[in-house]
């Protein structure tokens, strides 16, 4: 047996460095690497679970092709024919840009960025554009600094105060927690704003139930005290921001008592925030989950504004943390993607692409070929992803595992795990450590990486003179000027894992990068969009608030959010205690609907209908009932059969969250 240092691809905050155990060519154990600064030997169930992942039954180990409805083996070679000659067709009939790739980021390796060189090198697909992930508040965030920028884990230690605002830190980004739990023994506060009282809440000094969707309301009411308090800071509002007179009228325009109202948080505990936020420094920590609403995009950018209004923005143990897009920025993405080779293109917003899948036309989508994700479970509104999917005539998915997605397809190509190639991975969301991953095992039958597959389509269809780079020399070039700073390929393979040098405190000398080169209240890059650049008084689509007669016939606001023991789709089938759909309830809807646990209930809107077994949350905001997400169709299905796949306020982010549901017993 020997063990080998690797890292985890999953789509996570957290990245962590493993140690990883293989004895006669086979993955055995996984564990935590305990030299690695961030994670520190910790590692979740989802990453040790990797094991059964490569190693499963269940995995697509030969290219499958349907035919008369029934998947049969085909070889290598007929699989990238046929399929290299279909895109050939469809390019040649109706234009490059009737295939549609579709994906998601189910894999955290650099390389997967040779599925776009792919594809631009193909003369330019219908690509993605936005996230249901976290679209809305990275473009907020673009708005108000000019980039998503996060502080580094370790800064926690200046911070006084710590909001976890809308970030199930338990669940989704254990080593947080970990900081959590280490500053809070030192006297640091700790609050959580979340309309469910999650794990994070348990160690907090307060926890502050929200009504879903409604966090902006709360920044203004905090903002509208810091002001009547006179505790703003006059001197980074004046030197280093715009547009501070329009966003005092909006905080003008409406009263606190209305704040109260809308939040259901009660005026002695925004006051009590107003201080904690003057009182700092004060780390803002945001989830994603409370910007998939129509409102969502505001709601960063109020949040944003309240940290900029409080001067914790640019200091140490300050800064409104959401994505760290500057860690993917790192690499040299033009290297690996070849833009220039694109001759036409479409974009589809991610989260709307079932409905653009059925009305394009000029060119109609003819092909789908997707990789990296799942978009029969993970995309809104999943009987339209259905009828969008059914209505083209070729789809191919690239896959370990024979997922709701891949039932679909017409070929399935077998993907290597991330133990049978090598590449390097980061994540855009916390650290900014690039870990290395070696291929430990040679590929399962005959699974190929991702690289391989999109290589051997390039060469049958005459664009492989671009393909002609080992994985090496792929990795060498997404390092681009990184390597002149000292991390080069051999580095971070020698090290296991490197910082990349990214900023640590960003905004640390108040220049930011949006037009004006100041914090914008009021967006340039907004109105340049075409959107009025000012911050709103704005509320969900599914709200009470603006669809009142919606609200009586489904009253209940429907969360959707992660499992705590999969990783979205990726677990369900691998764990039998998972595959049942648990429908939790707030309190006040048990009382009222007289339900007990494990009683069987309906879930419903005019999207659709999900049935699964009760159980009571213990504290909540009222009206709540969640389901979590990732769930196979036939373990009871996705709960996008019931979530909108409308983009939110900036276009480029989802709504899932912002659902309206019935429920009853059956
Ligand atoms: N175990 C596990 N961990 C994961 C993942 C996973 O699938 N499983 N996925 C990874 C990925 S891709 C992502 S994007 C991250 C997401 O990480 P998070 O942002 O932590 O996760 P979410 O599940 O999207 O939602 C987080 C919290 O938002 C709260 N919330 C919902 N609506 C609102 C609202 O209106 N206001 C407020 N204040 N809170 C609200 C929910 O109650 C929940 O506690 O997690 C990553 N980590
Ligand atoms: N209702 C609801 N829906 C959601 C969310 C929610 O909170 N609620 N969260 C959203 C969020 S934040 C995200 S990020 C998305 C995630 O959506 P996805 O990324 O689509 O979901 P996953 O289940 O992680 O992965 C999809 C598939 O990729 C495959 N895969 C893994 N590695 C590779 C590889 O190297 N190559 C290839 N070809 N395939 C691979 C896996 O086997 C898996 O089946 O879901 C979104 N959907
Ligand atoms: S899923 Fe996240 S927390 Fe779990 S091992 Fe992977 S990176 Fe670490
Ligand atoms: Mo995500």
């Known amino acids: 047996m020997t063990t080998y240092k690797s890292t985890c691809p999953l789509n996570c905050w957290d990245n962590c460095g493993f140690v990883v155990e293989v004895e006669d060519g086979k993955i055995v154990k996984i564990d935590g690497d305990k030299e690695h600064p961030i994670t520190k030997g910790k590692i979740c169930g989802r990453g040790r679970m990797l094991e059964a992942r490569t190693n499963s039954d269940d995995r697509v180990l030969y290219p499958l092709k349907k035919i008369d409805g029934e998947f049969q083996r085909i070889t290598w070679e007929q699989a990238l024919t046929e399929i290299s000659d279909k895109l050939a067709d469809v390019k040649q009939t109706f234009g490059s840009t009737a295939v549609l790739h579709s994906h998601d980021y189910a894999n955290g390796g650099l390389l997967t960025k040779i599925a776009n060189r792919f594809f631009n090198s193909f003369g330019g697909a219908t690509e993605l554009i936005g996230s249901i992930c976290w679209g809305s508040g990275i473009e907020a965030q673009n708005w108000d600094f000019g980039n998503a920028a996060s502080h580094a884990p370790e800064d926690i230690y200046n911070s006084k105060n710590v909001i976890i605002w809308g970030r199930n830190v338990t669940r989704t980004n254990m080593h947080l927690f970990g900081y959590l739990q280490e500053v809070r023994k030192k006297g640091v ?280 780079y080992a994985r090496e020399e792929y990795i060498k070039m997404g390092l681009g000027s990184l390597q002149d700073e000292g991390i080069t390929f051999e580095t971070i393979k020698e090290n296991s894992h490197m910082p990349l040098p990214v900023n640590l405190v960003p905004w640390h000398d108040f220049q930011f990068t949006t037009p004006s080169g100041k914090f914008e209240f009021t967006s340039a890059i907004g109105e340049m969009k075409g959107y009025d650049g000012r911050l709103q008084l704005s509320y969900p689509r599914e709200s009470v608030y603006t669809d009142k007669e919606l609200a009586r016939k489904y009253p209940y606001s429907l969360l959707t959010i992660h499992p705590l023991r999969s990783n979205h789709s990726q677990h369900y089938h691998l764990i039998e205690s998972l595959q049942t759909v648990k429908v939790e309830v707030s309190k006040d809807i048990a009382e009222n609907l007289g339900l007990l646990p494990n009683d069987i209930v309906r879930v419903f809107n005019e999207r659709g209908e999900i049935k699964g077994k009760v159980q009571i949350l213990k504290e909540s905001s009222p009206n709540i009932v969640c389901i979590d997400e990732g769930q196979w169709h036939i373990f009871g299905g996705s709960v996008n059969s019931l979530t909108p796949h409308e983009v939110s306020d900036n276009g480029l982010g989802s709504s899932l969250y912002d659902c309206l549901v019935g429920i009853e017993k059956v």
């Open 189 to 468: 506060k700790i609050i959580v704003i979340d309309p469910i009282y999650n794990g994070t809440a348990k160690i907090a000094d307060s926890y502050i139930s929200i009504t879903p969707g409604m966090d902006g309301f709360l920044a203004i009411g905090i903002m509208k005290e810091l002001i009547r308090l006179d505790l703003q800071d006059k001197t980074f509002l004046e030197k280093y921001t715009v547009g501070y007179e329009d966003l005092v009228e909006i905080i003008d325009s409406i009263s606190i008592q209305k704040v109260e109202k809308l939040t259901n948080v009660p005026r002695e505990t925004i006051t009590k925030l107003a201080h904690v936020y003057s009182e700092g420094p004060t780390a803002t920590y945001m989830g994603l989950g409370m910007q998939r609403y129509a409102n969502g995009g505001n709601t960063i950018r109020l949040i944003d504004a309240l940290v900029a209004v409080s001067g914790n923005v640019g200091i140490p143990g300050g800064g409104a943390n959401f994505g760290n897009t500057q860690v993917g920025q790192s690499f040299d993405s033009e290297a690996l993607t070849l833009p220039e080779k694109k001759k036409e293109s479409r974009a589809f917003v991610m989260t709307e692409q079932a409905e653009k899948i059925l009305t394009a036309t000029e060119p109609p989508i003819k092909m789908i070929m997707v990789s990296c994700g799942n978009p029969l479970t993970q995309v809104p509104n999943t009987a339209l992803v259905q009828e969008a999917f059914h209505s083209v005539d070729s789809i191919v998915v690239l896959e370990q595992f024979m997922t709701d997605t891949a039932r679909l397809a017409d070929y399935v190509l077998p993907s290597a795990t991330v133990f049978e190639e090598e590449d390097i991975y980061y994540s855009s969301m916390f650290h900014h450590y690039v870990n290395y991953g070696p291929k430990l095992v040679e590929a399962r039958g005959e699974a190929k990486s991702d690289v391989w597959i999109w290589t051997e389509l390039a060469k049958r269809l005459g664009f492989g003179e671009d393909f002609n």
